[in-house]
């Protein structure tokens, strides 16, 4: 008789590890903050998820970077203790895949086309919305394609025209392995790009962002859909790192802006933006600041996000 050995599960309690955020960060807790799933459906048949944060009419809508999830977001709406929505863009997170349009298309317009349906439906007077990466060219186009959902725009380490080799190293790290053998595989995948993230962090941000198949192996979320659409899903996944195809194209889109935006600089090496950047970003948009952040890479939320929530509680104040 043959004895087939059951997988070992990972537990995972989506909103159970907020007290290790408040840990890492030094913030008070006094027990997990209230925080829901929303779903929207976009197209017929597909929907984006979103992380509705307090009970308030929402004030701030964060979008995360490619290859992410609306938990990167967590601390720092741990942080700010203001009503928000952090939504999970087309194809990562619990959102459903991008559509037929968008794998063609495969940039951030395409993204911002479905972000507008879920900003409608959770957060049509949103003070701000502050994207990441891809999650902020995609609310550049936003701004660009629905102005009247954009009233103040924050943009994180990312702006249109940026050199594509400076973001190889993300490139390289959301293109490859799609699918791990076990969790400890996946972790070691992970640690080796972010040698300097604590073990704590790292960990639950795998939870956030991967899932454990039945057979007990892991696959990214934002890769569940190219397992079964190998070539599509390649084309569109590297469109949506900092330097993919279309960015540029949105340049135009940042020289309409017509409301007040700030550029966060992350000053570390592993972050995309140069000085040239920051010089094109002030010539380009009228209303637009800097704010740099000395010890944060690419992902601010993540190096710093304490100051970065700071940033964005001055430059778009609680109501």
Do not use: C
């Not at 929505?85 to 619990?94: C, E």
């Not at 959301?174 to 962090?201: I, M, Y």
């Amino acid at each position: 008789m043959r004895v087939v050995n059951e997988p070992e599960r990972v537990d995972y309690d989506e909103f159970g590890l907020f007290h290790e955020n408040a840990s890492e960060h030094g913030l008070p807790y006094d027990g997990s903050p209230l925080v829901r799933r929303a779903a929207v459906e976009v197209t017929p048949g597909r929907s984006l998820s979103a992380l509705v944060w307090g009970d308030g009419e929402p004030e701030l809508v964060l979008l995360h970077g490619g290859a992410q999830n609306a938990h990167t977001w967590d601390t720092v709406a741990m942080a700010l203790r203001r009503p928000l929505v952090a939504i999970d863009l087309p194809g990562h997170g619990h959102s459903g895949g991008p559509g037929l349009h968008q794998v063609a298309g495969a940039g951030p317009r395409a993204a911002a086309t479905d972000v507008a349906v879920a900003v409608r439906a959770l957060a049509p007077a949103a003070d701000a919305v502050v994207g990441m990466s891809f999650g902020g060219v995609t609310a550049l186009a936003l701004a660009d394609q629905d102005p009247e959902l954009v009233r103040r725009l924050v943009l994180v380490d990312v702006f249109p025209g940026l050199a594509p080799e400076r973001s190889r190293h993300i490139a390289e790290f959301v293109a490859g392995q799609a699918t791990f053998a076990s969790f400890d595989d996946l972790f070691a995948r992970t640690k080796g790009f972010n040698p300097d993230r604590t073990d704590s962090s790292l960990r639950r941000g795998i939870l956030h962002n991967a899932q454990q198949l039945p057979d007990g192996t892991w696959v990214w979320r934002h890769s569940r859909w190219r397992v079964d659409r190998p070539d599509e899903a390649a084309r569109y996944e590297a469109s949506s790192t900092a330097g993919g195809p279309t960015f540029g194209e949105l340049l135009d889109a940042a020289r309409r802006l017509t409301v007040p935006t700030m550029l966060a600089r992350g000053m570390r090496p592993d972050s995309v933006l140069r000085d040239d950047d920051e010089e094109r970003f002030l010539e380009t948009v009228r209303d637009g600041v800097v704010r740099r952040f000395p010890d944060a890479g690419h992902s601010i939320q993540g190096d710093m996000p304490i100051e970065l929530a700071a940033a964005i509680a001055e430059f778009a104040p609680h109501r």
